[in-house]
Each structure stands twice: as structure tokens, then as C-alpha cells.
């Protein structure tokens, strides 16, 4: 198991929004997690890669237990993440967005983390886009950027958090597209999303949240076609 | 009554010579303030309470008290403590740039608060450390932000810098009050100190507002 959690709980000051949660994800595994807004979707992702700080429980991620700081930096490293704004660095070009990570974190030489964007930025389909500023590109090629960036980093796990919720219709396909190659590409992936079609498609493991504990999981056929629990039902009855 | 030109040309050489000092402690104090405040404004939002703290009492104490009695304190009351006698010149930078610190200080606070949480956690989340994302992504982008404050705070400490004549350090003030005690030109002398000032602070807002235009049109670099 890549990442292993364990009766995860996390609380805001009083407001306890994950209730122990376990949850197991296998190398290459796809998880796409659904659930209501509020429902603590952002924080269990968040809590992989200690954005936030568990109150309860344990998170392992490829034999790394969280606990101390070291580690969450290895984590970091290893753990891609992708937000629902992008969060370019609008003061650097789509070249240096992508490089400073490596450069400063693993200490790549410049020439080869360059070469790297190149490599990554072509994958994505934004070559010429390489010396643009974030702010002169449209919400779907940030949004590519920010997958690229995370990428350099060669990440084992990429968490996403809605990463087309921000986006215009007609965007929302270049992105998931560059998702679903990773996928195939055998990324372990972990998705929070609206995107049934994706879900489907490319899920090899659907989790319905609610309420800051897992309610229902399975294959997308499982839960989308033969939901169990009645909070399921009516939640994919309000979306679908 | 009537305006000596004359005079007013011929003290203008040794007057323009306390504007060359009084730019240099300016531009000095606010070289050492920039620096002092980048990091008692980081300090300010620090995890760790106690270096909260710390910086806190630092920028109450300077902001809570007139600088004219700092100047007092670093000049006359320190070596008192210390034993060793103050120069001047170390009195007047030292007691400019740690006040001018604590301005700066809430002056980068603000523009580091500005700027989207997001960023942050997209710098942490690339396995960057809290230092190197404050160095590479969030301070870069603050320092944009703060130029106008900063620059209004660079004019401030250049008429403020005035005071440190009380010391008997020779800027521009103090030229001024020398040159009146032999030619007695009260008149002449203070017009031209004062435009001589405010030749000066014109020309920092206008650098300042260039600097502000420049960074609009080519929004990029860091
Ligand atoms: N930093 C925070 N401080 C306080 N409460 C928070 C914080 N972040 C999230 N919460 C609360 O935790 C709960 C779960 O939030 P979370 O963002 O995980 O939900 P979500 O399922 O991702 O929702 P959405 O679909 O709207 O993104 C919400 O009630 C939210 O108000
Ligand atoms: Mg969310």
C-alpha cells in the first residue's frame, strides 16, 4: 500500500470535519473521491501531504509515517499536488514555475531541470508556452502548467483537488485529458471531482464522502449504478 | 523685509553639501531599515509565539515613542550603560534605521499577508521548506505590493532624518542652523532648506511611481 491511513481524524478548532477515516491506496490505484460540499473532501486530501495537520490517527505514504517534520518535507517530495486555482507563481515565466522546485529542493543543475520542463511542458501540449507569464495563459493551460510543475518533481502520488472546478466548460477536457494519460502512464492518483464521466472512465475506486467519513466506496460501476447507502442515492440524485 | 538673493545663492554650496549627508543617512537608514523590517515583518507572523512576541514589542516600543527621544536614548543615555562614547554618524543611522525598522516591518507584514495562502501551500506542497517559499515565492511577490508604502516611508525618514541635528550632526538642518548663526539670514536660509527638501522628497515619489508604472507594464521578474 502507497499510502496508508488510519483512523484519521482532523479538527478545527471544535469542529471535528474527518470522523477516523481509513483508507488504503495501492501503487498505479486511481481514487476519485465524491462527496457534498463541506464534506471534508479538501481536507482529507490536504491531510496526505500534512497541508493539514491531522488531530487523530496515523498517515503512512510509502512507508513514511507523518509525525515529524523531516519527513513531511520527503513527503512533499514525493506527493504531487494539483489545486482547484492553480496557484502559479504569477511572478515567474511557465519555465521557472516548473524548475524552482527541483533546482532548490533537489538540487537539480538548471541546464537539466530545464530540459526537463521542456520534456514535461511538451506532454502536456504547452511547448511554446515555455517563457509565458501564468497570468497571459487561459485557466486550462494554467492549469496544465500546474500539473507539469507538479511532475518535476517525479512524483509517486498526485493528489487532486477539483482541478476543474475553476475552469471554463470547454477547458475542462484539455485538463482531464492530460489526467487520464498520468493514468495510464500508471500514476497512483488520488482525485477529488465533480467529473463523473472521468470517474468512471478512469477511477479504478470511487469513495463517497459525506459528512467527514467514508459512506460508501467501490468500483465506479458499484457506486455510481448500485449505490447501497440512501446518502449515496441521494447525493448522485442531486449531481447526476 | 526683503529676500537677499544673493545670500541664498552664495549658502547654497555648503547647504547642498548637509543635502549630500542627509541623503546618505537616508539612504543608508533606509538600506538597514529594509533589512530590519523584511525580517522583524516575517518575525511578526512567525509560528512561534514567542518570536511573535518579540517582534511585537519591537515595533510598539518604536512606533509608541518619538524618535527624537530614541535618538536621545541611542545617543546620550547608551553610553551611559555601555561606557563607550557615540559617534555621531553611528548614532544617527543606528537611531534612523531601527526606528524606520519597525515601519518597514509593518509595512512587509501587510504585503506578505496579501498575498493568496494558495501560494504557500503550493510552495510547501513542492517539498519547498516555509524558509525557501517565503524567499522565492511570497516575498518576491510582497516586495511588488509594498512600493508605494515603502516609498511614502522613505520620505518620511529623509524630513525626519532632520532631527538627528539635534546630535550635532551636520545634515542639511543642521548646515542650516549654522550658516543663520554667522549671516543671520533666517529668511533666505530656511526657504532654501526647505526647498531643498522638498527637491528631494519630489524626487523620490517620482522614482517611486516610476518604479510603480515599471512593475504594471511588465509584470514579471523576481
Ligand atoms: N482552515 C479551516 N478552518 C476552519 N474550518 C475549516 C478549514 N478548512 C475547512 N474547514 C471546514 O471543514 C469542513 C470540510 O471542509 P472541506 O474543504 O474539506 O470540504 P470539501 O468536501 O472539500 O468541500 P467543497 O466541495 O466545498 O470543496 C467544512 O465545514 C469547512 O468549513
Ligand atoms: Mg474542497
Known amino acids: 500500500m502507497i499510502i496508508e491511513i488510519k483512523g484519521l481524524k482532523k479538527a478545527f478548532g471544535d469542529n471535528e470535519v474527518l470522523h477516523g477515516v481509513d483508507l488504503s491506496v495501492k501503487e498505479k490505484e486511481v481514487v476519485v473521491i465524491i462527496g457534498p460540499s463541506g464534506s471534508g473532501k479538501s481536507t482529507l486530501l490536504r491531510c496526505i501531504n500534512y497541508l493539514e495537520k491531522p488531530t487523530g490517527g496515523s498517515v503512512t505514504v510509502d512507508g513514511i509515517n507523518l509525525d515529524s517534520d523531516a519527513n513531511i518535507n520527503k513527503v512533499r517530495e514525493e506527493v504531487g499536488m494539483v489545486f482547484q486555482r492553480f496557484n502559479l507563481f504569477p511572478h515567474m515565466t511557465v519555465l521557472k514555475n516548473i524548475t524552482l522546485a527541483p533546482m532548490k529542493v533537489k538540487h537539480i543543475a538548471q541546464d537539466e531541470a530545464e530540459e526537463m520542463a521542456r520534456k514535461l511542458l511538451e506532454r502536456v501540449g504547452l511547448k511554446d508556452k515555455i517563457d509565458a507569464y501564468p497570468e497571459q495563459l487561459s485557466g486550462g493551460q494554467q492549469q496544465r502548467v500546474a500539473i507539469a510543475r507538479a511532475l518535476a518533481m517525479k512524483p509517486k502520488i498526485m493528489l487532486f483537488d477539483e482541478p476543474t472546478s475553476a475552469l471554463d466548460p470547454e477547458m475542462v477536457k484539455e485538463v482531464l485529458n492530460v489526467m487520464k494519460a498520468l493514468a495510464e502512464g500508471g500514476m497512483t492518483m488520488v482525485v477529488v471531482t465533480h467529473e463523473m464521466g472521468f470517474a468512471r472512465e478512469v477511477g479504478d475506486r470511487v469513495l463517497f464522502v459525506d459528512d467527514g467519513m467514508i459512506v460508501e466506496q467501490g468500483t465506479p460501476d458499484d457506486v455510481f449504478n448500485h449505490p447501497k447507502e440512501s446518502r449515496t442515492k441521494t447525493f448522485l440524485s442531486q449531481i447526476l | ?222
Open chain 2, 1 to 222: 523685509m526683503e529676500f537677499n538673493f544673493d545670500l541664498a545663492l552664495r549658502s547654497m554650496p555648503l547647504l547642498l553639501m548637509g543635502a549630500v549627508v542627509t541623503v546618505k543617512i537616508t539612504a543608508l537608514s533606509v538600506a538597514l531599515g529594509i533589512v530590519i523590517g523584511l525580517f522583524v515583518g516575517i518575525a511578526r507572523i512567525s509560528s512561534i509565539r514567542i518570536i511573535r512576541i518579540l517582534a511585537a514589542i519591537y515595533v510598539d516600543f518604536l512606533r509608541g515613542t518619538p524618535l527624537l527621544v530614541q535618538i536621545f536614548l541611542i545617543y546620550f543615555a547608551l553610553p551611559v550603560v555601555t561606557g563607550i562614547h557615540m559617534d555621531p554618524f553611528i548614532a544617527a543611522i543606528a537611531s534612523c534605521s531601527i526606528n524606520s525598522g519597525a515601519y518597514v516591518a509593518e509595512i512587509f507584514r501587510a504585503g506578505i499577508q496579501s498575498i493568496d495562502e494558495g501560494q504557500m501551500e503550493a510552495g510547501r506542497s513542492l517539498g519547498m521548506t516555509w524558509a525557501q517559499t517565503m524567499r522565492y515565492i511570497i516575498v518576491p511577490q510582497a516586495f511588488k505590493r509594498v512600493i508605494p508604502p515603502l516609498g511614502n516611508e522613505f520620505i518620511a525618514l529623509l524630513k525626519d532624518s532632520s532631527l538627528v541635528s539635534v546630535i550635532g550632526f551636520e545634515e542639511l538642518t543642521r548646515r542650516g542652523q549654522l550658516v543663520i548663526a554667522r549671516t543671520y539670514g533666517s529668511l533666505e536660509i530656511w526657504v532654501c532648506v526647505a526647498l531643498i527638501y522638498l527637491a528631494m522628497t519630489i524626487t523620490i515619489s517620482r522614482f517611486v511611481a516610476y518604479l510603480e508604472r515599471r512593475n504594471k507594464t511588465v509584470d514579471n521578474r523576481d
